[in-house]
């Protein structure tokens, strides 16, 4: 069983720049969620994927958007790069269980971003 | 409003003593509710979680916590701290039907021999 992956592990953008983090979920995990860690904080919940569809969407402008493919992977892409957007961008994926809850999410070991 | 608060931003132990990270939260509906470890340059390590039943759960490493509906915490215990626990330690919540987690700023563990 494979863990959560993510790439790359670190990147360097500057301001107005787009950028697209990438993210495997776990083996038999049908959901992805994408968190922002700031540094010295707690991460942020960003948005969640479900089944390819979106399922939830924390305070986050929409330059900051997502994707979920059928394998279950996901995209972060975010537009228009501002410098308050340095942090480690982390994924968790889970899978939904009976009842409709989802069962305990699995964190990969994040996307560092720097925006000069 | 939903939240999540680690009162401690930094803890300092010996080796061998014991260790209890506080959390409270703020939630409207039952939480779901988490602790999670991040050691530096890494993702986040789940250390436990409580749903529902015994109000004291074991998790990984020989931590546990303890829920207090009536003082909305949720605190982190361990009899004997190791230097390898040495990390942050991050306090989490989320509603009863999804994992979209809320999570407090975290208390950073530093254990000196």
């Known amino acids: 069983e494979t863990g959560v992956t993510q790439s790359p592990t670190h990147l360097i953008k500057t301001r107005g720049q787009q950028v697209t983090l990438r993210c495997s979920s776990q083996?038999?995990?049908?959901?992805v969620s994408w968190y922002q860690q700031a540094l010295g904080q707690g991460p942020q919940f960003i948005f969640q994927?479900?089944?390819?569809?979106?399922?939830g969407r924390g305070n986050f402008p929409p330059r900051f958007s997502g994707l979920q493919f059928p394998n279950y992977s996901s995209e972060l892409n975010v537009n228009a790069l501002e410098l308050d957007d340095s942090a480690l961008y982390l994924c968790?994926?889970?899978?939904?269980?009976?009842?409709?809850?989802?069962?305990?999410?699995?964190f990969g070991p994040g996307t560092r971003l720097t925006v000069l | 409003a939903q939240s999540v608060t680690q009162p401690d931003i930094h803890i300092t132990v010996s080796e061998g003593a014991s260790l209890e990270l506080r959390c409270n939260y703020s939630?409207?509906?039952?939480?779901?509710l988490f602790w999670y470890v991040q050691s530096p340059g890494q993702g986040l390590q789940l250390l436990l979680k409580?749903?529902?039943?015994?109000?004291l759960v074991q998790g990984i490493k020989g931590f546990e916590a303890e829920f207090k509906r009536s003082q909305s915490s949720f605190n982190l215990r361990k009899p004997s701290v190791h230097w390898s626990d040495a990390a942050e330690y991050f306090c989490?919540?989320?509603?009863?039907?999804?994992?979209?987690?809320?999570f407090g700023t975290g208390t950073r563990l530093q254990v000196f021999p």
């Open positions: 968790a994926s889970s899978s939904d269980v009976a009842g409709g809850h989802t069962d305990t999410q699995y």
């Open positions: 083996s038999g995990h049908n959901t």
């Open positions: 994927y479900y089944r390819e569809e979106e399922n």
């Open positions: 939630y409207g509906a039952t939480p779901y």
């Open positions: 409580y749903f529902s039943g015994d109000t």
């Open positions: 989490a919540v989320g509603p009863a039907n999804t994992d979209k987690l809320i």
